[in-house]
């Protein structure tokens, strides 16, 4: 950073060592990824950070997924909370409410995993029952649905569906999956 003086200079480094995360990440070396998201974080100054929100909260969650990949379970739990505070809006903070399940669900927390899952949905306003009944009752009329549609459309039509696109729905059937013990 002291060598590059240009705010553009340096942005555009910045975004260099993000795509070497990129890499490093699909490459399963996370804490390679960490040192890269480091210095990418680096290079811009808190208050240039300020102006670029989007990127700077791209950033923090790529750093606490790998920390968590790399096996720094406790560290990344502990950032999350950070996450939230960067979220640029309820898609972001719903990719945070699925990292922190993840990582709760690593350590064996799955009741509170369900309940950041749950809280997580419920930003995106779906909210779930609680009460078994009303949760048998709900997956009683989903099922119906499915069926009704399945008697409507053949099962081969479906690969011809719409894929889905809206960033929120997209969001919202992620935490959805979290519930699903592997």
């Given at each position: 950073?002291?060598?590059?003086?240009?705010?553009?200079?340096?942005?555009?480094?910045?975004?260099?060592?993000?795509?070497?995360?990129?890499?490093?990440?699909?490459?399963?070396?996370?804490?390679?990824?960490?040192?890269?998201?480091?210095?990418?974080?680096?290079?811009?100054?808190?208050?240039?950070?300020?102006?670029?929100?989007?990127?700077?909260?791209?950033?923090?969650?790529?750093?606490?997924?790998?920390?968590?990949?790399?096996?720094?379970?406790?560290?990344?739990?502990?950032?999350?909370?950070?996450?939230?505070?960067?979220?640029?809006?309820?898609?972001?903070?719903?990719?945070?409410?699925?990292?922190k399940a993840q990582i709760q669900e690593q350590q064996s927390r799955l009741?509170?995993?369900?309940?950041?899952?749950?809280?997580?949905?419920?930003?995106?306003?779906?909210?779930?029952?609680?009460?078994?009944?009303?949760?048998?009752?709900?997956?009683?009329a989903g099922i119906g649905k499915l069926l009704a549609h399945l008697e409507?459309?053949?099962?081969?039509?479906?690969?011809?569906?719409?894929?889905?696109?809206?960033?929120?729905?997209?969001?919202?059937?992620?935490?959805?999956?979290?519930?699903?013990?592997?």
């Amino acid at each position: 950073r002291a060598r590059a003086n240009d705010f553009y200079e340096r942005s555009a480094l910045s975004l260099f060592n993000q795509q070497a995360a990129q890499r490093a990440r699909r490459s399963a070396a996370y804490a390679t990824a960490v040192t890269y998201l480091a210095i990418s974080a680096g290079l811009l100054s808190p208050s240039e950070w300020e102006g670029l929100p989007a990127p700077r909260f791209e950033l923090a969650r790529m750093r606490v997924e790998c920390l968590f990949l790399a096996g720094e379970v406790e560290r990344a739990s502990g950032l999350c909370e950070e996450l939230f505070a960067l979220a640029p809006d309820r898609v972001a903070s719903a990719s945070v409410y699925t990292l922190k399940a993840q990582i709760q669900e690593q350590q064996s927390r799955l009741g509170d995993s369900v309940a950041t899952i749950l809280r997580g949905l419920s930003e995106l306003s779906l909210e779930m029952p609680t009460e078994p009944a009303q949760i048998e009752q709900g997956i009683g009329a989903g099922i119906g649905k499915l069926l009704a549609h399945l008697e409507r459309m053949p099962i081969e039509k479906l690969a011809e569906l719409p894929r889905l696109t809206d960033p929120e729905r997209i969001a919202t059937t992620d935490l959805l999956f979290q519930l699903i013990p592997p």
